[in-house]
């Protein structure tokens, strides 16, 4: 099976700043896909942003991103201008392209200051 | 979330007991998940259905077992429920491959299961 691995259980940023959420993952495959998902405290599970292993280009979502290196095996989220809406557990997660299933990392927690 | 709906959303049991966990969608997808959610582990795939009547197994299937008789529902079965599966459920749907890849997948907004 495929392993995400999110090495930041936690991580702080003051209000305004930039963070950047790690997640690498392993895998033998060509072609797939990567997600950031974030879940505040409702729990609610809320998609940020999603990248294509074929496509070079880092995805973008107002304030948004991703730094996606293919060869290195590694996709971080990164937040400009945070919010403090933005706290919020965030997960990374990996789908195989002739998958079905989203396989999750452990997850980081953002905590946003003011 | 629209179109996804689990019951019930809080549950405590006592251990031994059956419990069933249901998911119900309007949005026809095919594929369905269900997932558990415990702190330091993610979410990790319990079982899931690409179809009525087809399913399989995840990642954490021992002690779970599901059915889906109709496009709408997904149940998930404790058969006899244990401490150790305490946790929070969600379920999951998403359309065709593609339509999952580019829209994400729909979760539900989670079972809290209590076994004491």
């Known amino acids: 099976a495929q392993t995400v691995t999110q090495s930041q259980p936690e991580m702080s940023v003051q209000e305004a700043e930039t963070v950047t959420l790690s997640c690498t993952y392993d895998?033998?495959?060509?072609?797939?896909?990567l997600f950031w998902y974030k879940q505040p405290p409702s729990r609610q599970m809320i998609l940020v942003i999603r990248q294509e292993a074929y496509k070079q280009q880092n995805a973008t979502e107002n304030r948004f991103s991703v730094n996606f290196q293919k060869a290195a095996k590694s996709f971080s989220l990164k937040i400009s201008d945070s919010q403090l809406g933005d706290a919020a557990m965030y997960f990374c997660?990996?789908?195989?392209?002739?998958?079905?299933?989203?396989?999750f990392g452990k997850g980081t927690s953002l905590l946003v200051t003011p | 979330d629209a179109g996804i709906t689990q019951s019930p959303r809080h549950k405590v049991t006592e251990t031994g007991t059956p419990v069933t966990l249901r998911c119900h969608q309007t949005?026809?997808?095919?594929?369905m998940y269900w997932y558990r959610q415990d702190p330091g582990h993610g979410l990790r795939l319990i079982h899931y259905?690409?179809?009525?009547?087809?399913?399989d197994k995840g990642e954490v299937s021992d002690g779970y077992s599901v059915s889906r008789s109709k496009t709408e529902d997904f149940l998930l079965t404790l058969e006899s429920a244990t401490s150790s599966q305490t946790s929070v459920y969600f379920c999951?749907?998403?359309?065709?491959?593609?339509?999952?890849?580019?829209?994400?997948?729909?979760f539900g907004s989670g079972t809290r299961l209590t076994v004491v």
């Open positions: 999951a749907i998403s359309g065709t491959r593609d339509s999952a890849s580019n829209y994400g997948y729909t």
């Open positions: 949005e026809n997808h095919r594929y």
């Open positions: 895998t033998s495959e060509s072609d797939y896909y």
């Open positions: 997660a990996y789908r195989r392209d002739s998958g079905y299933a989203l396989n």
């Open positions: 259905s690409y179809g009525v009547k087809d399913t």
